[in-house]
C-alpha cells in the first residue's frame, strides 16, 4: 500500500520539481544565448569577409578608365560625377578625383555625398601624409578589366569610424589622379563588443536570474511549511503560535487560500474604519452605522452630538501642525472616556468629531453635553491664540430622533445647525435642538 504524502513532503516535492525546471530555463537561456553569439560572429565575419573581397580592383580598373576618359574628353561635370557614383563599392564605398600640386593633395571632388565634413577634412589629413603621398607618387594606369597592374595588397586607411580599402591611378592629365575606396565598419571593435555583450549578459545576468528565483521559491517553501505546522497543531491541540478568530479546517490547499482571504479580508476592513491619526472610528464607519440604525425596529431613539474645537486654526498657526495632531488624539481620548462603551464616538472630519447614542432621552442627551464641555476644559490644554479661553474649549450641539421618522443626515444636520447656534452664542458651550 502506497504511504500518504504529508503537506510537507507534498510542498518539498513541489518546490524542488520547480528548482529543477529553474535550472532548466536557466541551461536553455545560457544555451540560447551562447548559439546567437556564435551566430551573431559568424554573421559578422561573414559580412566582413564579403565585404573585403569585393572587387575593388575590378572597379577601380572600370572607374580609372571611364573617368580618365571622360576628363581627358572634357565631358561635362555631371557626366564624370555619374561614372564616379556608377562605380562605387558597397554602401560605404566612394570614389574620387585628386588634385595633386606641389606634392600635395590641394582639391578632392567626391562621389559619396553623404560623407560628413569632419570625415572629409580628415581624409584630406590621411591623403597628404607621407605614406600615401609617396603612393599617389608611384601610382600608374592599370591595364583594364586585369589585376595585372596591382603587385601588391590593397592598403587601407581608417576615416572617423570606418575602415578603408582604396587604391590611387594617375590619368593622363597632368596632377590629376583617381581614388577608389571600399568601406566598412572597424571589423575588429563590432566583434569586441558583440562578444563583450554576450559574455556580460552570460556571466552577471543569469546567475542572478537563478538565485533571485531559488530564493523567491525557497521564501514560498518556508510560509508553506509554516502554515502546515500552524494548521497540524490546530488540529492536535486546537493551539496555534498566532491568533486566529475563526479557523475553518481545511485539509485542501483551496480552504486555506480560502481562510488567508477571509482574514485578510477582515483586517481590511477593520482597518478602513478607523481613523489613522486619533485611532478611533472615522466618517466611513459612521455613515454606515447610521444606515444600520435606521432599519433597526428595536431602537426607540437617536441622539447624536456634534462637537468642535474652538478656533483650531489658529492653534494650528501658532503651535504648529503636529502639535495639533496630538491635541486631537488627547480630544478623542477623552471623549471617548466620557462617553463610555454605551455610544459611538467617531471623528467627522478635521476638529469635528460626533458621538451617536441609542435610546437616550432628550435630558440624558443635555447631561452628557454638559460634560463633554466641562470635560475637555478641565484638560486644560493651553490655547493661548484663542479669543474665547486660554486653553482648549469646545462648542457642542445635540440633535435626537426617534426610529419613526429618523434619518442620519437630517440627525445630523439638526446637530450641525445646533453647533452654529452655539458658535454664534460665544462657543465653549452646547445647545441642544430640542425637535424631536
Same mark, same amino acid.
Given at each position: 500500500?502506497?504511504?500518504?504524502?504529508?503537506i510537507k513532503?507534498?510542498?518539498?516535492?513541489?518546490?524542488?520539481?520547480?528548482?529543477?525546471?529553474?535550472?532548466?530555463?536557466?541551461?536553455?537561456?545560457?544555451?540560447?544565448?551562447?548559439c546567437?553569439?556564435?551566430?551573431?560572429?559568424?554573421?559578422?565575419?561573414? #559580412?566582413?569577409?564579403?565585404?573585403?573581397?569585393?572587387?575593388?580592383?575590378?572597379?577601380?580598373?572600370?572607374?580609372t578608365?571611364?573617368?580618365?576618359?571622360?576628363?581627358?574628353?572634357?565631358?561635362?561635370?555631371?557626366?564624370?560625377?555619374?561614372?564616379?557614383?556608377?562605380?562605387?563599392?558597397?554602401?560605404?564605398?566612394?570614389?574620387?578625383?585628386?588634385?595633386?600640386?606641389?606634392?600635395?593633395?590641394?582639391?578632392?571632388?567626391?562621389?559619396?555625398?553623404k560623407?560628413?565634413?569632419?570625415?572629409?577634412?580628415?581624409?584630406?589629413?590621411?591623403?597628404?601624409?607621407?605614406?600615401?603621398l609617396?603612393?599617389?607618387?608611384?601610382?600608374?594606369?592599370?591595364?583594364?578589366?586585369?589585376?595585372?597592374?596591382?603587385?601588391?595588397?590593397?592598403?587601407?586607411?581608417?576615416?572617423?569610424?570606418?575602415?578603408?580599402?582604396?587604391?590611387?591611378?594617375?590619368?593622363?592629365?597632368?596632377?590629376?589622379?583617381?581614388?577608389?575606396?571600399?568601406?566598412?565598419?572597424?571589423?575588429?571593435?563590432?566583434i569586441?563588443?558583440?562578444?563583450?555583450?554576450?559574455?556580460?549578459?552570460?556571466?552577471?545576468?543569469?546567475?542572478?536570474?537563478?538565485?533571485?528565483?531559488?530564493?523567491?521559491?525557497?521564501?514560498?517553501?518556508?510560509?508553506?511549511?509554516?502554515?502546515?505546522?500552524?494548521?497540524?497543531? +490546530?488540529?492536535t491541540?486546537?493551539?496555534?503560535?498566532?491568533?486566529?478568530?475563526?479557523?475553518?479546517?481545511?485539509?485542501?490547499?483551496?480552504?486555506?487560500?480560502?481562510?488567508?482571504?477571509?482574514?485578510?479580508?477582515?483586517? +481590511?476592513?477593520?482597518?478602513?474604519?478607523?481613523?489613522? +491619526?486619533?485611532?478611533?472610528?472615522?466618517?466611513?464607519?459612521?455613515?454606515?452605522?447610521?444606515?444600520?440604525?435606521?432599519?433597526?425596529?428595536k431602537?426607540?431613539?437617536?441622539?447624536?452630538?456634534?462637537?468642535?474645537?474652538?478656533?483650531?486654526?489658529?492653534?494650528?498657526?501658532?503651535?504648529?501642525?503636529? #502639535?495639533?495632531?496630538?491635541?486631537?488624539?488627547?480630544?478623542?481620548k477623552?471623549?471617548?472616556?466620557?462617553?463610555?462603551?454605551?455610544?459611538?464616538?467617531?471623528?467627522?472630519?478635521?476638529?469635528?468629531?460626533?458621538?451617536?447614542?441609542?435610546?437616550?432621552?432628550?435630558?440624558?442627551?443635555?447631561?452628557?453635553?454638559?460634560?463633554?464641555?466641562?470635560?475637555?476644559?478641565?484638560?486644560?490644554?493651553?490655547h493661548?491664540?484663542?479669543?474665547?479661553?486660554?486653553?482648549?474649549?469646545?462648542?457642542?450641539?445635540?440633535?435626537?430622533s426617534?426610529?419613526?421618522?429618523?434619518?442620519?443626515?437630517?440627525?445630523?444636520?439638526?446637530?450641525?445647525?445646533?453647533?452654529y447656534?452655539?458658535?454664534?452664542?460665544?462657543?465653549? #458651550?452646547?445647545?441642544?435642538?430640542?425637535?424631536?
Open positions: 500500500m502506497k504511504k500518504k504524502m504529508t513532503e507534498k510542498v518539498e516535492v513541489k518546490i524542488n520539481k520547480c528548482n529543477s525546471f529553474v535550472d532548466l530555463i536557466a541551461y536553455m537561456v545560457i544555451t540560447v544565448i551562447c546567437l553569439g556564435v551566430i551573431t560572429l559568424i554573421s559578422a565575419v561573414t #559580412q566582413i569577409v564579403i565585404e573585403s573581397r569585393t572587387c575593388l580592383d575590378e572597379k577601380f580598373n572600370m572607374v578608365y571611364t573617368v580618365g576618359l571622360d576628363l581627358k574628353n572634357k565631358q561635362k561635370e555631371d557626366v564624370v560625377d555619374y561614372h564616379m557614383k556608377n562605380f562605387e563599392i558597397g554602401k560605404k564605398g566612394f570614389n574620387a578625383i585628386l588634385r595633386v600640386e606641389n606634392d600635395r593633395v590641394k582639391q578632392i571632388t567626391l562621389s559619396n555625398e560623407m560628413e565634413t569632419d570625415n572629409q577634412a580628415e581624409l584630406m589629413q590621411k591623403l597628404n601624409t607621407p605614406k600615401v609617396e603612393k599617389i607618387k608611384k601610382s600608374e594606369m592599370p591595364f583594364l578589366f586585369t589585376k595585372s597592374g596591382f603587385k601588391d595588397v590593397a592598403p587601407y586607411m581608417i576615416v572617423g569610424n570606418t575602415l578603408y580599402k582604396y587604391r590611387i591611378s594617375r590619368t593622363s592629365i597632368e596632377g590629376i589622379y583617381i581614388l577608389s575606396a571600399s568601406g566598412q565598419d572597424e571589423y575588429i571593435f563590432k569586441i563588443r558583440i562578444l563583450s555583450n554576450a559574455m556580460i549578459f552570460t556571466i552577471i545576468a543569469v546567475p542572478i536570474f537563478i538565485y533571485i528565483t531559488r530564493r523567491w521559491l525557497a521564501i514560498i517553501k518556508e510560509q508553506l511549511i509554516d502554515l502546515e505546522i500552524r494548521i497540524r497543531n +490546530l488540529e491541540t486546537g493551539i496555534t503560535t498566532q491568533p486566529l478568530t475563526k479557523v475553518v479546517h481545511s485539509r485542501n490547499e483551496i480552504g486555506k487560500i480560502a481562510e488567508a482571504i477571509t482574514s485578510l479580508t477582515k483586517t +481590511l476592513d477593520e482597518k478602513a474604519n478607523i481613523d489613522q +491619526l486619533t485611532g478611533i472610528k472615522n466618517k466611513r464607519f459612521l455613515n454606515n452605522y447610521l444606515l444600520k440604525l435606521e432599519k433597526d425596529k431602537i426607540d431613539s437617536i441622539g447624536v452630538i456634534l462637537i468642535d474645537i474652538d478656533h483650531f486654526k489658529y492653534y494650528n498657526d501658532t503651535y504648529g501642525h503636529l #502639535q495639533g495632531d496630538v491635541v486631537l488624539r488627547r480630544v478623542a477623552e471623549l471617548e472616556k466620557i462617553a463610555g462603551k454605551k455610544n459611538i464616538v467617531t471623528r467627522f472630519g478635521g476638529e469635528e468629531f460626533v458621538i451617536v447614542s441609542r435610546n437616550i432621552t432628550l435630558k440624558e442627551l443635555e447631561k452628557l453635553c454638559s460634560k463633554l464641555v466641562e470635560g475637555i476644559r478641565t484638560l486644560n490644554l493651553e493661548k491664540s484663542s479669543p474665547v479661553k486660554p486653553y482648549i474649549t469646545i462648542s457642542v450641539g445635540g440633535a435626537i426617534t426610529t419613526s421618522n429618523f434619518s442620519g443626515i437630517a440627525v445630523v444636520e439638526k446637530a450641525d445647525k445646533a453647533v447656534k452655539a458658535k454664534e452664542n460665544g462657543r465653549n #458651550q452646547y445647545i441642544i435642538d430640542k425637535k424631536i
